[in-house]
């Protein structure tokens, strides 16, 4: 009997504690250094936020270490839904895959999963004076003789991406990490790299430009307002790479308030102008549901764990 009165009483506090918050401001950290594309969507759902939700959210960018302070952060943060994250594809996907031993945090076991934001796609990038035109190209130059690739550094998504494309079409390449995509882009366009796959986003610019050549998405699918083929038209179905980006919160969040914040992030990125706002950046806009997210990273973590196994990637310790 005083067992089933202590859940009753406890499932009547979480009740009440949902329906009176938000009260006070909210934290949303961004892991990175401000100015990036995360740092940007962070700060259009942050403004968002407070408009439905009546309460200040302050967007503060706590970066270093690949995202892993801000993320270790808000997995220590109390689980009461007024600290949040938005976290990434380093952060939540690869991070845990490549180098799970080195965080100091778990990536699934220590956050709430809240909302799925947005997406980038992938693109296979080379120099526009290069000879290749098309991924048939690129493969076939890469069975002829050894390439190499730049990445923004060692378990980057530009990185794994490049792994997955190798045992994918059996060409040869090696990695050349920069620290930064920038940096890498540079060197691409200076002629010192064969390729790289980066977010569209990023090559975009150089691309319009004249510097660059973007060969296809890494998408299943074309990708509206972007003209080029995908990776399986290619006949390479299974390259598929997007950054992405999603809120977490702390581990042990009251699922009222889960669900509230998801419900008001999916009306921020689908029903208000962000969501044009976050096309403008590149981005699909997607918002979904806690659960979503949760089936959508474990399948991210478990896909590029395979990636790094088959590959026989070792983190720098």
């Known amino acids: 009997m005083r067992i089933a009165l202590f859940l009753a009483t406890l499932c009547l506090s979480h009740v009440a504690f949902a329906q009176q918050y938000p009260n006070k401001p909210l934290h949303l950290i961004a892991p990175f250094a401000p100015g990036g594309a995360l740092d940007l969507i962070a700060r259009g759902v942050g403004a968002k936020l407070s408009e439905s939700m009546g309460q200040p959210v302050i967007v503060e960018n706590k970066a270093g270490a690949s995202g892993a302070i801000g ?42 999963p809240i909302s799925l934001v947005a997406t980038i796609p992938h693109a296979l990038v080379v120099n526009a004076r290069s000879p290749v035109n098309s991924v048939q190209d690129l493969v076939r130059l890469g069975k002829q003789r050894s390439l190499n690739y730049g990445s923004a550094g060692n378990g980057s998504p530009h990185h794994l991406a490049a792994e997955l494309f190798k045992s994918l079409t059996g060409i040869e390449a090696v990695h050349v990490p920069y620290k930064g995509s920038g940096p890498a882009l540079a060197d691409l366009m200076a002629g010192n790299l064969d390729f790289i796959s980066v977010e569209y986003t990023a090559a975009e610019p150089h691309v319009k430009n004249g510097k660059l050549k973007a060969l296809a998405l890494a998408t299943r699918e074309r990708v509206p307002g972007i003209d080029l083929p995908t990776v399986a038209e290619a006949g390479y179905a299974g390259f598929e790479v997007i950054s992405w980006y999603a809120i ?23 029903q208000t102008d962000l969501r044009e706002r976050l096309k403008g950046l590149g981005t699909t806009p997607i918002g979904s549901t806690s659960q979503e997210l949760a089936a959508f990273q474990r399948t991210d973590i478990e896909r590029w764990t395979r990636v790094v196994k088959a590959a026989g990637l070792k983190a720098e310790q």
């Open 71 to 112: 993320s270790e952060l808000v997995a220590k943060s109390p689980p009461d839904g007024y600290t949040l994250l938005l976290g990434a594809t380093t952060t939540h996907g690869i991070n845990p895959a490549y180098n799970p031993k080195s965080l100091p945090y778990d990536a699934v076991k220590d956050f709430t």
């Open 248 to 270: 977490f919160g702390p581990a042990g969040m009251p699922r009222e308030v889960t669900d509230k914040l998801s419900s008001e992030i999916h009306k921020a990125v689908t």
